[in-house]
């Protein structure tokens, strides 16, 4: 859910303007001071070249990728004049949402009193009409006679933002909604944190109203248009790759409330960032969620990370582990609605490569055996019936649902499509060319680490 690209869901590098052959950006994070664009604080960058000590740094847009959508760019030591600073306080003032949230919960409320026949949408502007602003929209597309139903379902009466390289929206396919939410209660878990997962989150609050139904969810998310569905105890407008909650202080309070387990109804956090966003600075700000849940009274979560479904591509498990060390990947495909190759059911490269990377028990993880998911009783956790167990490698090493092979020189299991090569003393699709590179630092081409690790990007 949430935005995609790289294959799918929202790229939010922050600083795509800049990326060219010979020249790179890496993150160095938030920073304390940073100015703001009308998505929050700004990340900190830095620009390299292969080679070179140190690239200058500057500041760009936490949310948006491509410069066409955000063209929020400041160098770090650039001086900036009080003339400058006022009319960007004035443009990010002016590229807010025309209601507030508590203003949005009102129109809300006059909506639903409505009889059906004035109950009208916007298409154009995305937004519920009250009866005196018919006027205003008479030239724009709308929705007429607006149901209860459609007000509970707001993921299918909003349209999905498809601009890949800012906030495509594909969301979970009921199947994976519905998966998600019967492993959630079926773990014992009464609240769930909803980290740009509006569908589940939606679904959630369908069924409150059922007597014998007793979780509740936060829908934390930068699409603000959830606003006018959703009280202020339900939706927080939230950018998660800044840690950044546009309600100012209530908004952290309504989350932190949130976090705080009473009567041991215990909380997991459920997150599917976009795809193309860097991971560092989700992870940055996941474990800022994580510093809150452990702020909340119970005792003896010090040591603790707070439950989590972290929702990714599988060829993003490295990057995650260099973060959550603790976390596993599970071989359940997640697929989305509005996705042409995100669809359960498909073979090969076609299937879903979307995995549940948790910090729970990998064993707990119960996956559905008429999907044709199996147990496995060597690696004590449910993988796909494609996953065939290595006695070599002792685990079933499949990542991508299609059986692996073994090689014995590589001393791993590879893809089936993989051989070996001898120029390259590795496996690759037989296509492949032959290049021996100097592994090295991208940032300053120096070996023995990597460029997340680099000290030419310390921050001190």
Known sequence: ????????????????????????????????????CPHGPALLFVKTSQGKEEGRRFYACSACRDRKDCNFFQWEDEKVSETRLAAREEYNRNHQPPFTHRQNVERYKNFVLLPLSKRRFCQECQQLLLPAEWEKHSDHQFLCDISTAQLKSPSQLLYPLENKKTNAQYLFADRSCQFLLDLIIDLGFRRVLSVGTPRLHEMIQSKASQEDFRVRSLLLDIDFRYSQFYTEDEFCHYNMFNHYFFGGEAARETCRKFLYQGNGERVIMVTDPPF??????????????????????????????????WIFPYFFESRILEFFPGFSMMDYQVDYDNHALYKHGKTGRRQSPVRIFT??????????????YRFCTICQ????????????????????????????????????????????????????????????????GKAGHKRSTCPSLSCT
């Open 1 to 36: 859910e949430g935005c995609r690209e790289a294959g799918g869901k929202m790229a939010a590098s922050g600083a795509g303007g800049l990326c060219r052959p010979g020249a790179g950006v890496a993150l160095l994070g938030a920073a304390a001071g940073a100015p703001s």
């Open 276 to 309: 193309g966003g860097l991971v560092e600075a989700l992870a940055s700000s996941f474990k800022k969620l994580i510093a809150m849940w452990k702020e909340t009274e119970e005792e003896g979560r010090n040591n603790q990370e707070m439950p989590m479904f």
């Open 359 to 372: 910090n729970l028990t990998p064993s707990m993880i119960v996956l559905p055996v008429a999907e044709g």
């Open 381 to 444: 956790r449910y993988v796909s019936s494609g996953n065939k167990h290595c006695e070599i490698c002792n685990s079933c090493t499949s990542k991508d649902g299609r059986r692996w092979k073994h090689c014995v020189l590589c001393k791993k299991c590879v893809k089936p499509s993989w051989f070996h090569c001898n120029n390259c003393n590795c496996c690759a699709l037989q296509s492949h060319t032959c290049e021996k590179t100097d592994a090295g630092c991208f940032v300053c």
